[in-house]
């Protein structure tokens, strides 16, 4: 199966920007990988921010976006809020098989 | 309104078997397309599988480690989705989620379970 890798924490100011990546290990990332982003806070069932690479639920925050970069799905928050302080997990498609990436710990500091 | 309720978890001993189920209400199950996703304690979210609806075949994914312990099926008459985990072992520890996430038109949801706790010990 194929391993799906992302950082596993990253910290961010207030107001800041930061962009987290999702890799996979048979290659790049694309379209059809069908790269899904999730936010997680602790106690609470996972949340879909991005689906389809770019796509966004009508919850999803505009300082919110996913997009492909460098072979990568990646996702990026611009103007970072205490509240988005939160696991990320990014989801790929395997030919309809997914696979988790193993989560970023994002902290707002 | 949305809902979806998992039961079934429980504590199991090594090699047993167990069945969990969703039941959905609050929306057309018969064209939704339904996933399971589990979370070991302290853990990542791990991917389990996925079923179509059966206007888009009604087909099923799983996740190759599993090596085939663990079915989803569906009974679009009870509004219902089931995951048959056999074999289980410990490494099997966690929360299950269902979850809604599109439909046979190709719309997007987000929609889960409050999550049910399957505990595989001796």
């Known amino acids: 199966q194929a391993v799906v890798s992302q950082e596993p924490s990253l910290t961010v100011s207030p107001g800041g920007t930061v962009t987290l990546t999702c890799d996979s290990s048979?290659?790049?990332?694309?379209?059809?990988?069908?790269p899904y982003w999730f936010q997680q806070k602790p106690g609470q069932a996972p949340r879909t921010l991005i689906y389809?690479?770019?796509d966004k639920h009508s919850w999803t925050p505009a300082r919110f976006s996913g997009f492909l970069l460098g072979g990568k799905a990646a996702l990026t928050l611009s103007g970072a809020q205490p509240e988005d302080e939160a696991e990320y997990y990014c989801?790929?498609?395997?030919?309809?098989?997914?696979?988790f990436g193993g989560g970023t710990k994002l902290t707002v500091l | 309104e949305v809902q979806l309720v998992e039961s079934g978890g429980g504590l199991v001993k090594p090699g047993g078997s167990l069945r969990l189920s969703c039941s959905a209400s609050?929306?057309?199950?018969?064209?939704?397309?339904m996933k399971w996703v589990r979370q070991a304690p302290g853990k990542g979210l791990e991917w389990i599988g996925r079923?179509?609806?059966?206007?888009?075949?009604?087909?099923?994914d799983h996740a190759a480690p599993l090596n085939g312990r663990f079915t989803i099926s569906r009974d679009d008459s009870q509004n219902m989705l089931y995951l048959q985990m056999n074999s289980l072992q410990t490494e099997d520890t966690a929360v299950y989620y269902c979850?809604?996430?599109?439909?046979?038109?190709?719309?997007?949801?987000?929609?889960w379970g409050q999550g049910t706790l399957v505990t595989v010990s001796s």
């Open positions: 979850s809604y996430y599109r439909d046979t038109s190709g719309q997007h949801f987000d929609y």
């Open positions: 609050g929306f057309s199950f018969t064209n939704a397309w």
């Open positions: 079923v179509k609806s059966k206007p888009n075949g009604g087909t099923t």
């Open positions: 048979t290659g790049a990332v694309t379209r059809g990988h069908y």
């Open positions: 389809d690479t770019s």
């Open positions: 989801l790929l498609s395997y030919s309809g098989v997914g696979v």
